[in-house]
């Protein structure tokens, strides 16, 4: 799902299930009895006319032919042109902060008309292409009216003993012959219309065909698990696409019960690839991940995540510490307090504050500090920070290591980094590179490595 763009997942289910729900089928078999129905009058009333049916025939199935292949192709073209548009109005307004912050709006503005106008040209194309079949038609009933008539006249003024019908059968053979031209057309008209429709249901079978995720295992586990926080790594190889190389290569590695543990390493080396894995966000290829001798494969983990990006829901701001009102407000203002954020949420108005979508009304230091208490709050045995000092100041920085080392005693701490500063007071640091674990220890062993 990550391979494609929201705009074209969102255009190609969009117009799929609509395609899917239309009663195309049921018009299409009105539409072929009606004709057979016609051409049985036709050829009763005026025995004439077998005489042109296999011509008839053969031109019909080349026009239809010749028309079935370009409308497929053209209709291809449409859809596949939708799709940037959905792309470009998503893209456009998710990043309208930053587009006007660079005042990029024209080149956003000009490539969204770009999108347009070439949905606009597929979109002419097709209706063109739906015009170009019915006039072509019409032009074949008219013949057929033609071939009628004339084998009526020329019939009644000649001597010939061959009888061609009486006036009645030829005036109905000339009321049938004028809407045959619809029927061939509705005909047509629906048999193309369902294949072009099945692309539509093709592109919708592309994401049903995706594998899926790992089912969560329902295995009974005691609610104060995990009761010790001790984390093993075994052999554990993980891959984002089949392609792509290895995130994690045959990690192996063990932390002990209440440890806090710093990741380093280089932009790519696979740092957060260790809690994508732990967390199940993306299955792995090879190993087991436990904790507290617990395969995780096996179950829904529970655990608190501090991201990279703190995100704040709309609501109070004590709904967004505490969700289910479990603690009694004299402890989220002590842990407010140890989070250096008591002054700042007691000049704002307290708990009952409102809290925006995002969390737009607080910085992203501040952000970061919320989200900190709102996971000592919850009390977790394991707590995993991932470049939870990314966005801060160096001020903000220290303010988050000194609150993890005082209130996470006990706990078992993963800390993701990329400044080795952030990690310094960590009991064990696990140096990574390329997806392997390229050494471990503490500071001054990491120090001589």
Known sequence: ?????????????????LSAGHVILNIFVANFFSLLGTLVVLSYSQVSFLLI???????YRKLQFYYRSTSRE?????????????????????????IRAFQKEG??????????????????????????????LQLLAGFIILFIATMATVTFHSSSLVNLGTPGLVGLALSYAAPVVSLLNGFLTTFTETEKEMISVERVAEYVGIPQEELQGSEYLP????????????????????????ALDDISFLIASG???????????????????????VPICNGHILVDGIDVAKIAVREFLVPQSPFLFDGSLRENLDPFNTTADLRVWEVLEKCHMKGEIESMGGLDIHVKESGVSFSVGQRQLLCLARAILKSSKVLCLDECTANVDNQTALLLQNTISAECKGMTVLTIAHRISTVMKMDNILVLDQGKLVCSGTMLTILDY
């Open 1 to 17: 799902m990550d391979g494609s763009g929201w705009g074209r997942k969102e255009g190609s289910v969009y117009t799929g299930q």
């Open 53 to 59: 049916l296999l011509p008839l025939w053969l031109i």
């Open 74 to 98: 053209v209709r291809r073209l449409d859809s596949v042109a939708r799709s940037p548009i959905y792309s470009s109005f998503t893209e456009t307004l998710d990043g309208s902060s930053t």
């Open 107 to 136: 080149f956003f503005l000009e490539r969204f008309i770009q999108h347009v106008t070439l949905y606009q040209k597929t979109s002419y194309s097709e209706l063109v292409a739906s015009l170009w079949l019915p006039l072509r």
């Open 223 to 246: 609610r104060s698990w995990p009761a010790e926080g001790r984390i093993e790594f075994v052999h554990v190889t993980l891959k984002y696409k089949p392609e792509l190389p290895p």
């Open 259 to 281: 440890m806090q543990v710093g990741i380093i390493g280089r932009t790519g080396a696979g740092k957060s690839s260790v809690l994508n894995a732990m967390f199940r966000l």
